[in-house]
């Protein structure tokens, strides 16, 4: 087949996001004629991770198109660091030959995959288990996800003999075993602390038996809830308000948001090896999860083109007799019929934009491994390839404003060089006020490294999406009969399990009733692809 | 786990990615059908389906496991991601000898190897359908075909190969890519290079062992393979035995073995 107009299809997706992929993949096995399209020339879309050159080309035309991103800016701090010259924007190669240069350097471009929307999952996640079980899961590498910090300008103890990074970092205690061993915590702290990860780290079935504990009031905020309820100090408010992952400031965080987090947190420690709760896709995240998937599709008889976007949508609606009643108008003034239109709303032109949550992201190469960030905490446990920080408000010096998180990735993830690190920054404010507080978060956390800990490369942007709020979970859109859309892409800094219900409901509303619905995403081995 | 040394063989072992390239029905696939179950379908559909093989290759010294990985047609509206390439060591570019817009296409297939893929990668030029041939594919040794029609025919262009279609004997040889001209190409750019056939298997199994060859030691250490997180020692680095085995989880129901 040389032409996407030679037969009509089943499904046409648009867009190559982590949602589309998974029901590509889940269509394609389920007998339909899946055609995935995406108007860039690269997969992922706002989730899209990239090369120092395809960062450039994506930041040049990004700020020109409709797309979930407003306002990307690079700056390449490779050509003077200490200072500062005239050649801010030069590229590496672009150096004076000759004279022994022993500064950190910038590798190739390809040495780097930096992803727009980088998120971890948690072990015991809903998507770990359609990768497992639709066996996709045997293309894509996985690292773990360490510690928590809490950056604390205020060294905690006095004579410290930490070295690195983490002298101004506190290590947020995971479970009861680093409570105990924490140092910087007081014994009547301790006992509070204790009680409640006792308290939210109860079975469920425990908990309903447990008449005194029945009636928890969850609405109130999270700060009242744990200070009514466990007493627990204000100084450790922030740290388990880090383990929720909440991106909102602590005093917009409801209990009902932050205790099923923190819970999840607590019980995804050990469920794929000891002493981590998360992991990461090597090589780029989700981006290469989602190109797992699309291939995966491809196997299972769909069609991917790339650079193809969609110009016009004609729906036949209700009233059409056809059984392929969208039409579709490519960019490559191709013509192609379907049953079934998905895609998101920036695929779809007739859609109108959907209400979006702004936040601020930066990505950062760092000329240093922050080793230091990423012990072994637990024996018999991998070497983590990531590390959160959280940044709470006051220690930036904007105390009303929400968290900022910095997720660092080692070269163990495959995303950067040895000896060198991304850091990966979000925070829940848009435009300049935003970029300002993520690059106070990663110059403080450059400076707390040292000297030889310098930014390298960065990138900032604004990105459009939803942060999931312990609320509505996301649904589809439904248009017409034949025509459905995806809300926004997620914002949330780990995979939010919903993602793979709505992904389900799209599926069962394409397939109806031909397929069992248990059957979502179980696939065979294919003839040959296990081990002998 | 196939991949501990204490398996059954003392050989080391390791895993090579090998990404399968060429033009549409030019018998990837087949190749390595051939070469996995030395088996042959005529007239086979195109790739749906399996496309992500695995095979080993014994040497002297060692024992290579191929991953195979097939297009699945993605190829087709230039969709291939960038995972498809990422860290291949090896790269089987196929073209069909009778055939030789087929030889311009694998061209293109290498230039995009040498922009994408990592820089140690092996590339090996195949032209497959020997059998199509006078050469016939019964001597291993692929012996050079007559030269012609290389000598006219330009690299890449069409409009020479089809001249050369016309000088064809009316023997029965469908070959119109001569080579002398795929392995003058070959060697310019350093490729391997034979010249196959998947349905009666000529050449296929020295493709992967000399593929297997010519694998630098250095690049299979770093070599994709079983990581399992619980045999991971303490504090070790650098963290290619500490990914993650989603396996793991789910050790109860999923296969014993599984673990690429």
Redesign the interface.
Known sequence: ??S?SEHPWDVIIAGTGLDQSLLALALSRSGKKVLHLDQNS??GGSEAAFSLDEASEWMNCVNQRRTPFEDAKISNHQASPQSASSQVDSAASELPQGTPDNRPKLAASRAYTLSLSPYFLY??SEL?SI??SSKV????????VGSWWIYSPEPPNAESHELGATRLFHRVPGNREDVFADSNISMKSKRTLMRFLRQISKPQDEEEQDETEEKEDLSMPFADYLSSNFSVPRDLQDPLLSLSLSQLAQQDTSASYAVPRIKRHLASIG????G?GG?VS??GGGS?IL??G??AS????A??????GIQSITDGGLSSESEHPVEVHLSNGETIRSRTLIGSAWDLPSIDQPSCTKVSRSITIASSAFTSLFP?TT???????SAVLMFPGDTLGSPQSPPVYLQVH???TGDCP?QQSIIYGSVAVSGPQGHALLERAVDRLLQAEGTQAIALWSMRYTQLGRLSNGGTPPSIQTHSPHVYSFPPPSLDLAFEDETVDMIKQAWIKIVGDEVAHDEFMIFE???????? | ??ESASANAPKPSSSVKLVLLGEAAVGKSSLVLRF??NDFQENKEPT???????Q?CTLPTRTIKFEIWDT???E????L????Y??AQAALVVYDVTKPSSLTKAKHWVAELQRQASPGIVIALVGNKLDLTNDGGDDAGASPAPQAESESGQEGNEGAAEDAEEQLPASGDARKVSTREASTYAEEEGLLFFETSAKIGTNVVEVFTAIANAIPESSLKTG?GA?G??Q?A??????E??????????AAT??E????
């Open positions: 087949m040389e996407l690269y997969y072990t015991r770990i990768l497992i899961y045997r293309q894509l590498e996985f690292m773990a469920a794929l090896g000891p981590f992991v090597k090589y290469e190109q797992v699309c291939r491809a196997v299972g008889g069609v991917y083109a790339l650079d193809t072994v024996e018999g446990a991998p070497v983590p390839a080692s070269s163990d040895r081995d294919r003839e040959g692809t296990s081990d002998d | 786990m196939s996995v179950n749906i389906g399996a496309a992500f093989l695995t080993k699945a047609g993605q087709r509206f230039a969709s991601a960038p995972m498809y990422r860290n994709r990581g997180a619980g991971t303490l504090g070790s680095r650098p963290g035995d500490s990914r993650v085995n989603l396996g793991d989880r789910n999923a296969k073995g599984c673990a690429c």
